[in-house]
């Protein structure tokens, strides 16, 4: 579909904008149902005027990134509850200039585990207390899962759980929670391309009993995953928190369903070599 003064815009904003899987995504669902939109990225510094310009050039939504996604609160005139519990808005959307935030990283992680279990009653370990787990575990608290903190800097797990109204523990106790967990979740950059060989998790903790959920996508086989593959554990891939909380967006900027499956595709695509 050609483009014309008609065509929707949609982006992502960050500083730097660097790289983003979410044009790839987008792209692909717009095009799969012939939507008259395009999905592009600015590199925004003033938040403030990020939104002013959405307002000016009547762009629909944006993808909140780092370092925005607390800092634009301020701007919105409203923001879903959830949102505001987490204390962050990674997606906007304008109304005919009306402006909402939302966070979908909390739906996009419990799809994600929700393909591979249930979570009510769970005892669930977050590794980790950054951007990630704030969302993470609002989202699994909310469906009942019994949630466990743990970080290298304990102020921030204790913050957090705090915040949450949930447990923490230090690091020092690390396996003796896994021993008690039946979901594990990663949500530190632990693993991340380049340290792609780091353990955090000794290999010999892990259970085939054990749902093992790491959110880093790059490798999409961190080293965690492959671990606990190894094991028999169950495990969730970080892409599909990417794709799930891309398809809640994708929802919100167009009114319609997204297509998951032609937007999965995309986002492997672009993974394939990672
Ligand atoms: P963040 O706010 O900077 O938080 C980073 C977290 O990782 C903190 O808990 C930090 O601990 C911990 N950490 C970092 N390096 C560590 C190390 N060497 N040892 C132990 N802990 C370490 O970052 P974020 O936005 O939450 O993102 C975290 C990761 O999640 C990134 O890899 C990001 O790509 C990924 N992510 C994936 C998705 C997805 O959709 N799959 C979405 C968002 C983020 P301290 O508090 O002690 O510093």
């Not at 790289?19 to 925004?44: I, T, W």
């Not at 749902?211 to 970080?238: H, M, R, S």
Request: proline share 3%.
């Amino acid at each position: 579909m050609s483009i014309s003064s008609k065509t929707t815009i949609c982006a992502f904003i960050a500083n730097p904008a660097g790289h983003s899987a979410s044009p790839s995504m987008h792209n692909a669902g717009y095009k799969e149902l012939n939507l008259d939109f395009r999905y592009v990225g600015f590199q925004v510094e003033d938040i403030g005027k990020g939104i002013n310009a959405m307002k000016t050039l009547g762009i629909r939504g944006y993808s909140v990134s780092l370092p925005h996604k607390v800092d634009v609160m301020q701007f919105l005139d409203e923001i879903e509850p959830l949102a505001k519990s987490i204390g962050a808005v990674n997606t906007v959307v304008n109304d005919n200039g009306k402006i909402t935030g939302y966070n979908s990283d909390c739906e996009g992680s419990v799809l994600a585990l929700e393909e591979k279990t249930s979570i009510n009653g769970k005892n669930v370990l977050i590794i980790g207390a950054g951007g990630a787990a704030r969302a993470i575990v609002f989202g699994v608290k909310e469906k009942g899962g019994i949630v466990t903190i743990i970080n290298r800097t304990n102020e921030k797990a204790k913050s957090l759980a705090e915040k949450a109204q949930t447990s923490w523990v230090s690091r020092e106790n690390l396996k003796r929670e896994l021993e008690k967990a039946d979901i594990i979740i990663n949500t530190t950059s632990f693993g991340m391309k380049p340290n792609i060989n780091q353990r955090m998790i000794p290999k010999e903790c892990l259970k085939p009993e054990h749902i093992v959920f790491d959110i880093v996508y790059v490798p999409k086989n961190t080293q965690l995953l492959k671990d606990a593959k190894e094991v028999g554990c169950t495990i969730v891939y970080g892409y599909k928190m990417l794709l799930y909380q891309a398809v809640k967006q994708f929802r919100l900027f167009t009114g319609q369903e997204a297509p998951v499956e032609v937007m999965e595709e995309a986002l492997l695509d672009l993974l394939k070599n990672n």
